[in-house]
């Protein structure tokens, strides 16, 4: 499952808030949904197979925590897109520049 699919569902993008603060156990992320453990269980899977999460066993305890290497693709990606914008911006911003220094600087009424 690829990134924006796994961060369409609200459950996983709670989780995925919670585990902004830190690691949290399995057991605590489960306690603070009102679903079954199996069904979050369900969601950090998909989360952890989009490499947005990691687990860490520690005894009986499966520790969560954010995965830094999806989320720097992920903001590459972000980074890539975000770019197009200051460039055709600055291309508006000469058309509109030009447009005014041929009409003499006046406004169309």
Not at 14 to 38: K, N, Y
Not at 78 to 101: G, I, M, N, S, Y
């Amino acid at each position: 499952m690829d990134t924006f699919s796994a961060l369409a569902d609200p459950t996983r993008r709670r989780i995925v808030e919670m585990l902004g603060a830190g690691e949290i156990a399995a057991g605590h992320i489960t306690a603070c949904f009102d679903m079954s453990a199996p069904a979050i269980s369900q969601h950090l899977k998909v989360l952890r197979e989009a490499g947005l999460v990691a687990v860490r066993p520690e005894g009986q305890r499966r520790l969560y925590r954010l995965e830094r290497s999806g989320w720097d693709e992920l903001q590459a990606w972000v980074d890539r897109v975000t770019e197009f914008w200051p460039q055709r911006l600055d291309a508006l911003e000469d058309a509109l520049r030009k447009a005014a220094d041929e009409n003499g600087g006046k406004d169309h009424e």
